[in-house]
């Protein structure tokens, strides 16, 4: 019995729905915990049922056989991990210079540095740089009341 | 009824901002459609934070014909560079590519667009049609059978999207747990917060939609550096072009017929454009004199399945308004826009708003139209589009998405639990579980625990029992056990056929 990739992310699964059935028992009305319980058993259920489908299948088993995805999802490229990786990290590293140093900075930083990192020319993304957040500043100021995250070193400075 | 609430949804369009949104919404769905990998998705993903800020003649309008151009603009990259602009553009490739290989790239992309765009405006009569018909029966549908539909439309998708079965029917299981997270909508009372405040509303659809659908798409378009078309040509000629729209009018009748298939694909809830498409390339070969060219270029290859692409709008759209079923995750957007508008999407949307909810309805015909008007004379210029390279896209798209979370609500929190669940919808992928039974579940779960507590109230633990009620459970269990069931009668009956 050969304990393949996809196995243990019905393990994971059936590990939520316990959790979802562990947190609604204790509650105090039907109506609260009913539709939880219901659901948490069935996927709990579900999951058992492909785990033991996917230990006992001889080969590769059917949920790992590369089938269509969804219509609209991802095409199926075959990229290595570490370009997912790097893309990722580039959306973690934006969110984390919204965080400390607010939109108006970190928007300019970031396309300018994702572009001449990926072999832009320097005036192009700097032409990107300040044209985008200047839009988008544009359409904020149309919305009433709206305004964008400044970021945590600007209040520390006590802005 | 039907005709004068019809007459009433024909005065928006006398209204000039109602048309300049539509308009707009055009304009930006076939720039995005036009680029490879970005699609008719992110069209209204994109959109979907500021749903809110306009009024809801103006919202879902924009987001309606952002969703049908898109298809349009995909079919100009589909036929002059041999790359899909949407999936669903897929099986224009193989003989709309071949014919700009030969030199005709501009009749093609004449006749994709008048396709598309005529099979927008079928699609929309029948929707219109099947409403006046089966008006009497949508309005008698109560909560208890709301209850049913509900399920029977996630069976259908998580049976009969793409993969595991039995993993769609998990996503789709657990899209509905993290529906509960919130308050119940019976008791008011909060589940599964943690005392979080952030988490007492429940999470908001916005942030699941982006983080499940948006970011990963976001990220494949990245890992692809450089341009994505690379191929074929983007100059076509304008008697080319005016040729193909003729030939539309010369196979009407293939025409007419695919638009159909496109239609009654886009009704069922599960089923998505691509099996709309290629059920429609596969009748346009098999009903062709000369089935063996296809494939070498010709032009029915491309009339069929792009009448098709635009004739399921009308279907899935009725679908979603009129039951509040959303069959795709295009459509579980616009649904999530319909929630964040006020509007209650279901029969009592229809009972309570019959004229906006046809304005809806015309609007893709209307924009279909518009789109394809302006394009047809503008094709070599529009199709350049697809040429912007993914590092000067990716940071712009990346960026306006985190601009519209944050917009949303003003809240850094919407951010977090966008990249969380952008990890899961990178996990699901990774691990083959269909993410649209997830985010559709998702989408109706707090609706359908209204609907199922309602039912209970108001007619007792026995609603199931009412004649409707027993119908979709019927279907329900179809829907559910069908396969498992004749694969063992299968197995059965192979195993006691003995070889001689």
């Known amino acids: 019995m050969k304990v393949k990739p996809s196995s243990y992310s019905l393990v994971a699964v059936m590990v939520i729905c316990l959790l979802f059935i562990g947190l609604s028992l204790p509650m105090e009305y039907l109506t609260s915990k009913l539709l939880p319980l219901i659901f948490g058993s069935v996927g709990f259920l579900l999951a058992a049922i492909e785990l033991g489908k996917d230990l006992t299948a001889k080969g590769k088993p059917a949920s790992e056989v590369p089938t269509g995805d969804e219509a609209d999802a991802m095409a199926e490229v075959k990229v290595g991990v570490s370009s997912y990786l790097g893309a990722v990290a580039w959306i973690v590293g934006f969110f984390l210079g919204i965080l400390l140093l607010g939109f108006v900075i970190a928007i300019p930083l970031f396309i300018f540095s994702y572009m001449v990192t990926r072999g832009t020319r320097w005036f192009v993304a700097l032409i990107f740089a300040v044209t985008t957040p200047a839009l988008i500043y544009l359409v904020i100021d149309a919305v009433p009341g709206a305004d964008l995250y400044q970021g945590l070193a600007f209040r520390w400075l006590g802005y | ?500």
């Open chain 2, 1 to 500: 009824m039907v005709l004068e609430a019809l007459v009433s949804a024909l005065a928006y369009f006398t209204d000039l901002s109602f048309l300049l949104w539509v308009m707009a919404g055009s304009m930006v769905g076939l720039i995005l459609g036009i680029i490879p990998g970005v699609g008719s998705l992110h069209a209204i993903i994109l959109f979907l934070p500021f749903v809110f800020l306009l009024p809801v003649e103006h919202s879902i309008p924009f987001m309606l014909a952002a969703m049908s151009m898109s298809a349009n603009g995909g079919s100009i990259t589909a036929v002059l560079m041999g790359v899909p602009g949407t999936p669903i553009n897929t099986a224009t490739i193989l003989d709309g590519f071949p014919m700009t290989q030969k030199g005709e790239g501009g009749r093609a992309v004449g006749a994709a667009l008048v396709c598309s765009a005529g099979g927008g405006v079928i699609s929309v009569i029948l929707a219109l049609g099947m409403v006046i018909v089966l008006l009497p029966i949508i309005l008698a549908i109560t909560n208890a059978e709301m209850v049913f539909i509900i399920l029977v439309g996630l069976a259908f998708i998580a049976t009969l999207s793409r993969g595991s079965m039995t993993k769609g029917l998990i996503s789709a299981t657990l899209g509905m747990l993290v529906a509960f997270i919130g308050y119940q909508p019976v008791t008011g009372l909060w589940r599964f917060t943690f005392g979080i405040p952030y988490l007492y509303d429940g999470l908001p659809i916005v942030c699941v939609t982006m983080g499940l659908f948006g970011l990963p798409i976001i990220i494949d378009l990245a890992t692809k550096r450089g341009t994505i078309a690379t191929a074929g040509t983007t100059t076509v000629g304008m008697a080319d072009v005016w040729q193909g729209a003729k030939d539309v009018f010369c196979h009407w009748w293939l025409f007419l017929r695919s638009s159909v298939i496109g239609y009654v694909v886009g009704v069922i809830p599960g089923i998505g454009g691509e099996t709309a498409i290629w059920v429609a390339y596969g009748h346009a070969k098999q009903t062709s004199k000369y089935p063996e060219k296809f494939g070498t270029g010709v032009i029915e290859g491309v009339i069929g399945p792009e009448s098709a692409n635009c004739g399921r709008e009308g279907g899935a759209a009725l679908t979603t308004m009129a039951l509040g079923l959303p069959g795709s995750v295009v459509m579980a957007v616009i649904l999530g826009g319909l929630l964040i508008a006020g509007l209650n999407p279901g029969p009592q949307m229809l009972r309570d708003d019959l004229p906006l909810t046809l304005s809806f309805l015309l609007v893709i015909a209307a924009s279909n139209v518009f789109g394809t008007s302006i394009v047809l004379p503008l094709v070599s210029y529009v199709a350049k589009i697809a040429s912007v390279p993914s590092r000067i896209l990716v940071p712009l798209l990346i960026t306006i998405i985190f601009v519209g979370i944050f917009i949303y609500a003003e809240r850094v929190a919407d951010l977090v639990v966008m990249l969380i669940f952008t990890a899961v919808g990178l996990a699901m992928v990774k691990f083959d579980f269909n993410r649209v039974p997830f985010l559709i579940a998702y989408v109706l779960g707090f609706r359908f625990e209204h609907f199922f507590f309602m039912s209970i109230g108001l007619h007792g633990p026995l609603f199931f029992t009412r004649p409707i009620s027993l119908a979709l459970i019927f279907l329900f269990i179809m829907a559910v056990f069908y396969g498992p069931i004749s694969k063992v009668i299968k197995r059965w009956f192979q195993r006691g056929v003995k070889p001689q």
